[in-house]
């Protein structure tokens, strides 16, 4: 029997291209600040564990672990770090509690993606040693290649993916803590430099510096704690093939995993009519699409069509990426799943403001790991009336 | 509320060896084939896999974990990589745990795999980016240096010998002699050896330190009604915990580590523990320095601070002792490959307490074992209990 576990506090700072003012430790220190007064909590008396997300070669430190516990109130407490996304870290958050060892638990994701001056050259690391780091193949090439496979299987368009551009820098533009809204043509997306065919510049998302701190309760302590507990009713999280070759190209198996898994711990058969919204990963225009059709929004090669017909528009029957998404918040290397997450809780409170959904009360967020990944996870959140009746089934 | 049990159900791991002819994606893929042989599992039937592998900056790999995802056997399947520093090894099956006793899964595959030999010349190099970039890297620092700090403070602090000490080395790599799969035992070593090898950074010598390694380990988990249904000898995971200290190492007093104590506080009130002498049986405190073991057996409360030594030199801490301590040979005796170092500890409580140690077997059946390991800046301390 699994305990429930809910969100009772979120602390964001605002998504921005440069932040030359501020360490990634001060970030950190906002975004936590935030969330513990959001949540009513003194982290030193009250929370219990804190989980940290980040990636060596990112920080620019190795074993980045050594530098989170002080600015985030977790001194001489447990801390771990995970090398994964944002909601790995929620995951990992979420089994501490439910397995019992805590009631409050922090999790924490930060970007400072403006100090990273070689990025492409870092993720060039991340491939195969031996087999594929010999072609010297630019990340965004593999992306471009991956988008080509999909376009072909799937017959959706390049104009498909320019309207995700389009929809999700339109959304950014009500999001006061997005940097890049825009009110953009379908040409001008079409028409933007080609950076690898078919990917143009506006179909990639450009990075931004933040960080995101959550605070997770069981139920029992939740409700004490907030008013609007937003319950996690289902996680799931997979890995494909790591290396090129041996992964499935154009279908994102990862998210069709992470998505069944969360489904069957949340009790979704029919996510389209079960879940109202979703913020989704969209590092590069297609994968939005790509991710829709994994998580069982539509059938592989559908997403493209939905796109065109405005169904995951704001006014849509599956608003998709309302914040703006990565594209149009800017893309947090491994807290976009957080950020997901953070969009989530607000509309489900229904404290998004200018973004606000009418009538929502379970949204689905999912982060992707970036090429050469093949790593997602997925979390299903309800609002304070739909916590899963006698713990989650397997 | 009660909490699932969990217990051990399968162990492997390959030999520890200075440099390994294979990628760490096989090294990984050797240990976890194994460790499901032992009981007959096929990776079908497991749910879940964790990984744990220290610095990213040894292999120039970014992303490790994602890398060695398919080599450890998640191929399609939940997979996170969790990371502690040097206390990794002994989080991972942590990490594990909370994975079933959580209710989502019932099979959970922990592999911990590290290959420093790739880093050349020498893996100290890849700890120089460890320190603060600000504050500490233009000094050029490195572990041998800092820890030499840390072995001077202890000795200070309590007015020990290096003879006090060595003696932990010469315990330890005699151990490892009777391990398959060690780099370093050696049964004829002494406390002269080691007081005459090179100094590396004084008080530290070469056989104080335990030596670079590459390996692999890795562990099945398995929800009780899984593991009593699949295995004869389930070892339950009893008691865990954890605990990171201030990233100000400079600000805090090295002769004692105090997040070991908070750590092991965590894992015995877990495991009903109130009196860690009389109730635990088995030690495998983390020794990467030999001062180290001494310093966690305090921070462990099996000694009184400072009172380590004494009970070393008295046999209390041999393997046929009251309270064996490293009967593996430790990272000193079978070799120091970090994060799967650290494992190992687990795997050797696992096949001491099933009694299937072979000529490490402690006498005497123990009934209850303590792994822990020690990372980052001296800061972080991992504990886990676990009973037969």
Redesign the interface.
């Known amino acids: 029997m699994t305990r429930n576990v809910a969100i009772v506090g979120i602390g964001y700072t605002s998504y921005r291209p440069l932040s030359p003012e501020v360490s990634y430790k001060e970030l950190m220190y906002e975004a936590a600040v935030k969330a513990y007064e959001d949540a009513g909590l003194d982290p030193r008396r009250d929370v219990e564990s804190f989980v940290t997300v980040a990636e060596d070669f990112i920080e620019g430190t190795s074993i980045f672990d050594e530098y989170v516990p002080d600015q985030i109130g977790g001194l001489l407490k447990p801390n771990v770090t995970i090398p994964g996304e944002g909601i790995h870290g929620l995951a990992t958050a979420y089994m501490q509690i439910a397995s019992g060892l805590f009631d409050i638990v922090a999790v924490e994701a930060h970007s400072k993606a403006s100090n990273v001056l070689t990025l492409p050259y870092i993720t060039a690391y991340a491939m195969d040693p031996v087999l594929n780091r010999p072609l010297r193949a630019n990340p965004v090439f593999i992306a471009g290649m991956e988008m080509n496979r999909y376009l072909w299987a799937t017959g959706a368009t390049r104009e498909q993916c320019a309207q995700v551009v389009v929809k999700n820098k339109r959304n950014a533009l009500y999001n006061p803590t997005a940097s890049y809204g825009a009110s953009l043509e379908l040409e001008e997306v079409l028409n933007s430099e080609p950076i690898a065919y078919p990917l143009s510049q506006q179909d990639i998302s450009a990075h931004a510096d933040g960080a995101i701190v959550l605070v997770l309760a069981a139920s029992g302590v939740a409700e004490r704690l907030s008013d609007v507990p937003i319950w996690i009713r289902g996680l799931g999280w997979c890995n494909d093939a790591p290396s090129l070759e041996t992964r499935a190209w154009g279908r994102a198996i990862y998210a069709e995993e992470a998505g069944k898994h969360a489904y069957r711990m949340a009790g979704i058969r029919n996510p389209m009519e079960e879940i109202d919204f979703a913020e989704i990963d969209d590092a590069y225009s297609y994968k939005e699409l790509q991710h829709l059709e994994a998580l069982g929004f539509c059938q592989f090669g559908e997403a493209g069509m939905f796109t065109e017909e405005g169904v995951t528009d704001v006014g849509g029957y599956l608003p998709v990426n309302v914040s703006g998404g990565s594209l149009g918040n800017g893309h947090l290397l491994d807290a976009s799943g957080l950020r997901a997450v953070v969009d989530v809780v607000l509309q489900l409170r229904g404290e998004a403001g200018a973004l606000q959904l009418p009538d929502v009360e379970t949204g689905l967020a999912f982060g992707w790991r970036g090429v050469p990944s093949t790593s997602g996870a997925a979390v299903v959140l309800s609002g304070p009336g739909r916590r899963n009746q006698g713990g989650g089934e397997r | ?4 049990k969990v217990a051990v159900v399968g162990a492997g791991m390959t030999k520890f060896v200075r440099r390994a002819q294979e ?1 760490g994606k096989e090294l990984s893929f050797e240990a976890t084939k194994m460790a499901l042989e032992t009981c007959d599992l096929t990776l079908d039937q497991v749910d879940c896999v964790v990984h744990g592998t ?4 040894f ?12 080599g450890s056997g ?12 040097g206390g990794t090894g002994v ?1 991972t099956p942590i ?1 594990g ?3 079933v ?4 899964f019932d099979i959970c595959l922990v592999v911990c795999e590290e290959k420093m030999s790739s880093c050349q010349p020498h893996p100290q190099g ?2 120089l ?2 320190f ?2 600000t504050t500490e890297r233009p000094l050029e620092p490195n572990l041998l240096w800092i820890f030499a700090m840390e072995m001077n403070r202890y000795m200070h602090t309590y007015g020990l010998k290096k003879e006090d000490i060595a003696l932990v080395s010469v315990k330890n790599k005699r151990n490892a002699a009777d391990h398959p799969c060690s780099l370093l035992g050696d049964p004829d070593i002494t406390v002269e050896d080691v007081l005459n090898s090179p100094v590396l950074a004084w008080p530290v010598q070469r056989l104080d330190v335990s030596p670079v390694t590459d390996g692999a380990v890795a562990l099945v988990l398995a929800a009780e009604h899984v593991a009593r249904r699949i295995s004869d000898k389930p070892v339950w995971i009893e008691g ?9 190492w400079t600000n805090r007093d090295l002769c004692y580590p ?2 070991v104590e ?2 092991a506080r ?1 894992a015995y009130d ?1 495991a009903g523990i109130t009196e860690p002498r009389k109730q635990i049986h088995i030690a495998e405190p983390y020794d990467p320095f030999d001062y180290k073991e001494l310093h966690h057996l305090e921070g462990l409360m099996l000694f009184d601070r400072g009172k380590a030594p004494e009970a070393t030199a008295l046999g209390i801490t041999q393997r046929d002792g009251d309270l064996p301590v490293c009967p593996s040979g430790g990272l000193l005796g079978v070799g120091n490959p970090i994060a799967a170092a650290g494992l190992m500890k687990v795997a050797e409580l696992f096949w001491q307490l099933r009694g299937e140690a072979g000529g490490r077997q402690v006498p005497g059946q123990p009934k209850r074992g303590v792994a822990q390991a020690w ?3 001296m ?2 301390g991992t504990v886990i209990v676990m009973g037969a």
């Open positions: 509320m009660s909490m699932r990628t220290a610095p990213d900056s292999d120039g790999v970014h992303m490790k974990g994602e890398y060695l995802a398919d998640a191929w399609r399947k939940p997979y996170t990589r969790c990371y502690v520093g989080f990490h745990w909370y994975h006793a959580s209710g989502l890849a700890f980016t460890i603060d970039h865990v915990g954890w605990n990171l200290d201030t990233t100000y105090r997040y908070k750590a965590m877990m990372g980052d800046l800061q972080v």
